[in-house]
């Protein structure tokens, strides 16, 4: 018995094995699902996938620090899939999905905050037919998103379509109005059936030192809602930074387009402690900021107006236990000649108004199950609670607040149960595997030049193009996405272990087949080649396609040509007649003969298989195997006398072909 | 495992053509092996008989079912064929006539059986069985001349064969084969040892193989 290989994760498990940049998202999103969407050109697909796990594409494709490309099995190959910037592509391209929400129920919760905690409770709520009312202090909604991260980065038209969708769900907004201020939390609790504070960290650290006080020493809270309020702010000539943060890199890229003419970042950090990413550092340089490592402030200096900052040389930042305790030299002193100083060293939170217990940091005490406060029927989630973290982590709060919120409401537990529910992450490429695979970069994203950027608060990154998009999603190794067996409808022919290059298909004694996940990088070739429909690829199931070809023989064109488009050659399109109707696929051979047989009987009056140009087919072991489909078809359809109806294309010339 | 492939389209709608429900029965067995009688297989034919019908003026409904093995009373119980008028068969000889057998309706063969036969990679299959009843794959080194040799001669090759090929030109000659696996076991003085014409009668008589019944049990 010894030659029986490992079983394998049985198919109802692999539900559970995540790709380990599906694992590393804090809500999961089904990244191969909507890359594979991408890939095929189906943004509104995509958005869909998207949503399902996260509330905020559009914001999130720009902004997300991006914890799913670490995972990438692509790191260890040549570099991570553009994960973040194929969301906004998504959400660029495609269509939001029409408000849904489950029914109505009678529940009415209240959310205090409208960041991305608040605003992904409200949605999920919402979304399961509750009625949910969003309070807001400040005028719009979005928090930190619209009042903490610059237009540049996340202009305020791609927030406002995220939030749109949410509020669309029947959301009622509130703004203008602080609880605790405005409108007391104990007669909340008795309006609502729940009530969710989400109001994020609104507080600002400050420095004990002298001077610290005059009008000009601002905080970074304070400065970046000014500057995306649309206020011109008189900065003077010299602006000085104090924080070695993102924050402090927005407020220095703020403060030049605030027409400062020197921006120097001080921070205690050295070059290499900086919690900013790398590229917000780059780019804040490269727009003229002067970043100084390891100087602490010291004292503000000037009577009325600020004119310098003192600062002296920062030894060490943390103690031997890893917690923070700068040490200092005092005799190295160094001044910045500053006429205004803007403190980005951090945020807290700001609810002691509400009456409600707080920890020595002042954040609501919760239960870490429920997010449920000291108060029946007030939970507290996001920042407010973690700390800082990310806008991504501040989502995945929501969901959890949302699901406690139901749960103690409805008396059903089972949302909140999901999310604790544990999953394998599928390991490296195997070595054989990888050697098989090609190297591809990154496609670069085109940005505005920092000499122009500088000039206005307009977005930077200007987007992948449909085109960009679909090359970039298909760099994708669609880890998981593989082939799932339907064992009863196996006939154990062995066809799947005869067409895979990578060896993922084995067979147990007994003949029962078996998928290795790791080495399958989901071609589709197996599930093209199984007689007995037994395999099948997600995104491609016959039905789906069926539903495809009808859409797109739905859409206005004149012509009755449905043409099989591969993804990969970008020129295809011209090569054949401007009216055809196009459904792009990852590879032809994911289009079997009755897909092509029913397109006919769906109206069609000429199908057309479109080729990819084998420079860049994305799976060159098909090609043998698509050119057997196409004769297949062909011998169909000339044995009933249609044989003109099918059309082959080649590839596309030398000259038109991407690089 | 036995060969199969689909008959031309036309034959197959002169069979159904005049009924107006047919199911199409798939067989999850040999045919869906040789890929010509799986579920993907019986999809395919029904869109293709569908256009076909369609084009001609016929009004035909088609549907599907797939069974383990046709060629099992048993499995074929499980077909619920109500309502249908036809059916038409993506099995084996043996599969259409066990259906044919248990069926007040009649039902048609929409693949030839061709051979008893070895994969030789993805859809590709070598004959290497004629079911003569009489084997002698142990002198030959398991290369039926039967089944391989054009002729079916038992004492090879004939003249016709050239740089060994058969003169048909679409093989190679089984005896040269028989030969160099011969020659590759050590064998090569079994070579040319004169084999008994075979009795065909055998394949002939054998119509049933019951075990049950006493006498044929040896």
């Known amino acids: ?659 | 495992m036995i060969v199969v492939r689909r008959k031309p389209i036309d034959e197959i709608l002169k069979m159904v053509g005049r009924h107006t429900r047919v199911m199409l029965v798939g067989c999850n067995t040999c045919a869906a092996v040789s890929l010509a009688g799986g579920q993907k297989e019986v999809d395919t034919l029904i869109e293709l008989l569908s256009l076909a019908a369609s084009r001609k003026g016929f009004s035909v409904e088609f549907s599907d079912a797939i069974l383990e093995r046709q060629c099992e009373p048993e499995f074929i119980e499980k077909l619920d064929s109500q309502g249908y008028d036809a059916i038409l068969s993506l099995g084996c000889g043996a599969g259409v006539a066990t259906l044919a057998g248990d069926n007040d309706k009649p039902v048609y063969p929409a693949l030839d059986t061709l051979f008893i036969g070895s994969a030789q990679g993805f859809a590709s299959w070598q004959a290497e069985c004629s079911a003569c009843g009489s084997c002698v794959l142990g002198e030959t080194c398991g290369i039926c001349p039967t089944t391989r040799c054009a002729k079916g001669i038992l004492n090879g090759p004939c003249g016709g064969v050239k740089d060994g090929t058969c003169e048909l030109g679409d093989r190679p000659c089984a005896w040269v084969e028989i030969y160099d696996r011969l020659e590759s076991l050590g064998r090569i003085d079994d070579f040319g040892k004169t084999m008994p014409a075979k009795d065909n009668s055998i394949s002939a008589r054998c119509c049933e193989w019951d075990m049950t019944k006493e006498g044929d049990d040896s």
Request: charged fraction near 25%; glycine fraction near 8%.
């Open chain 1, 1 to 659: 018995m010894s030659n029986i290989p490992p079983h394998k994760a049985s198919e109802a498990d692999k539900d559970r094995v995540f790709a380990p940049c599906r694992a590393r998202c804090p809500v999961h999103i089904d990244v191969p699902g909507y890359l594979s969407a991408v890939a095929e050109g189906r943004f509104t697909d995509a958005l869909e996938i998207v949503m399902q796990r996260n509330p905020l594409p559009s914001v999130c494709g720009r902004v997300c620090l991006r914890p799913c490309e670490e995972g990438c099995r692509r790191c260890n190959l040549d570099e991570p899939v553009a994960i973040a910037a194929l969301k906004r592509a998504a959400a660029d391209h495609g269509a939001y999905p029409l408000p849904r929400p489950m029914g109505t129920r009678p529940e009415r919760v209240a959310i205090i905050g409208s960041g991305p905690t608040g605003l992904t409770a409200a949605h999920d709520l919402a979304q399961l037919g509750m009625k949910v009312t969003l309070f807001e202090e400040k005028p719009k909604l979005g928090g930190m998103l619209r009042y903490g991260i610059p237009n540049y980065r996340l202009p305020d038209d791609a927030l406002d379509r995220d939030i749109g969708h949410i509020v669309s769900l029947g959301v009622e907004t509130i703004t203008g109005v602080r609880v605790g201020r405005d409108l007391n939390l104990d007669e909340l609790a008795q309006t609502f059936d729940a009530v969710l504070i989400a109001a994020g960290l609104q507080g600002s650290r400050s420095v004990p030192i002298d001077g610290a006080h005059l009008p000009q020493v601002m905080t970074a809270l304070d400065f970046l809602e000014r500057s995306a309020s649309g206020e011109k702010l008189d900065l003077g000539e010299r602006v000085v930074v104090v924080g070695g943060g993102n924050v402090a890199m927005d407020v220095a890229r703020t403060a030049i387009r605030q027409h400062a003419q020197s921006v120097d970042v001080i921070c205690l950090e050295s070059r290499d402690e900086m919690p900013a990413s790398e590229h917000e550092i780059e780019d804040a340089t490269l727009e003229g900021a002067n970043v100084h490592c390891s100087w602490g402030p010291h004292a503000v200096i000037g009577d009325e107006n600020v004119c310098a900052l003192d600062t002296v040389r920062c030894t060490s930042i943390f103690d031997s236990e890893k917690r923070f305790a700068p040490e200092f030299d005092e005799s190295e002193l160094r001044r910045f000649e500053a006429d205004t100083i803007i403190l980005a060293i951090g945020q807290s939170a700001d609810v002691g108004d509400l009456g409600i217990n707080l920890t020595h940091r002042g954040s609501p005490i919760v239960d870490p199950v429920t997010l449920r406060t000291s108060h029946e029927g007030i939970y507290a989630a996001g920042d407010v609670v973690t700390g800082p973290t990310r806008i991504i982590d501040a989502i995945a709060h929501g969901h959890r607040a949302a699901a406690a919120i139901f749960g103690a409401l409805v008396d059903d537990w089972s949302l909140l149960r999901e999310l604790d529910l544990e999953n394998t992450v599928l390991g490296e490429i195997p070595p054989h595997m990888s050697e098989m695979l090609e190297t591809r970069r990154r496609i670069q994203m085109e940005t505005v030049p920092f000499y122009e950027a500088i000039k206005n608060w307009g977005e930077i990154e200007e987007g992948y193009t449909e085109y960009e998009a679909a090359r970039e999603a298909q760099r994708c190794l669609g880890c998981t996405t593989g082939a799932r067996l339907a064992q009863e409808k196996c006939a154990s022919c062995l066809s799947c272990m005869r067409v895979c290059p990578h060896g993922a298909p084995g067979v147990h004694v007994g003949g029962y087949m078996y998928f290795d996940m790791e080495a399958c990088h989901a071609c589709g070739t197996c599930a093209s080649a199984c007689p007995g429909s037994a395999i099948s690829i997600e995104g491609c199931s016959p039905d789906e396609m069926v539903l495809r070809v009808q859409r797109a023989l739905a859409s206005p064109t004149i012509d009755q040509t449905i043409a099989f488009v591969c993804g990969h050659t970008r020129n295809a399109l011209e090569t054949l007649d401007p009216n055809a109707r196009i459904v792009t696929v990852s590879c032809l051979l994911r289009v079997d003969e009755s897909t092509v047989l029913q397109a006919f009987r769906s109206g069609a009056g000429r199908v057309a298989f479109s080729e990819c140009d084998t420079g860049t087919c994305r799976f060159p072991h098909a090609l043998k195997l698509v050119a057997q489909r196409e004769r297949s078809i062909v011998s169909a359809l000339t044995q009933i006398g249609m044989g003109d109806s099918f059309r082959i294309v080649g590839p596309a010339s030398d000259e038109e072909a991407p690089s």
